[in-house]
């Protein structure tokens, strides 16, 4: 039975589905990327991540948001970046409540060496296959993958949320 609610839609979003599936399975595994390390992909997006914003010097919750991960999560991958040598953490001066990251030169330089690797195995493969897209449409693409990773408003059916009642224990030494 083809899943008719999904419209037009129903390829890309299989597709969609088919990526997020492989990519949480390696998410986290450490791999040699074309790096000296074996380092993870969301280890080295925290680095790129840091690297295409370090002008604005944000600190470490306004990143985690950025990235779509909690604070916990970021503020592990940071710390295990940190000693691993790819970046380091400073505070404003008058403000020890807010750390800046930065990435080390060495950072910088694993982070190229990913970048060229990827860029030979991926993104000509991506580049191939968007070539049959107008440049003007692409905008629209990323509006659509925008629209596939941002979480749902579960306020937004107007159901209101109620306690489940649960039945009292009869013999309440039971175990």
């Not at 969609?16 to 949480?24: Q, V």
């Not at 190229?112 to 000509?124: A, D, L, N, Q, V």
């Amino acid at each position: 039975m083809k899943l008719e609610w999904m419209g037009e839609y129903r390829d890309i979003i299989e597709k969609l589905i088919r990526f997020s599936n492989g990519y949480s399975s390696v998410l986290h595994k450490k791999q040699y990327l074309g790096t000296d390390i074996a380092i993870s992909f969301a280890q080295i997006q925290v680095v790129e991540y840091i690297l295409e914003n370090e002008s604005y010097m944000q600190n470490m919750s306004k990143i985690a948001y950025r990235l779509g991960i909690s604070y916990s999560t970021f503020s592990k991958l940071a710390n295990t970046l940190v000693e691993m040598g790819l970046l380091q953490k400073f505070n404003i001066s008058g403000n020890r409540k807010d750390i800046i990251i930065q990435a080390t030169d060495y950072g910088k330089d694993q982070y190229i060496k990913y970048s060229r690797f990827m860029s030979e195995i991926w993104i000509k493969r991506i580049s191939q296959a968007g070539d049959a897209i107008p440049k003007e449409y692409l905008p629209h693409v990323v509006e659509i993958l925008d629209a596939a990773s941002t979480r749902p408003d579960a306020g937004s059916s107007g159901k209101k949320l109620v306690p489940v009642k649960t039945a009292a224990k009869k013999n309440p030494n039971a175990i």
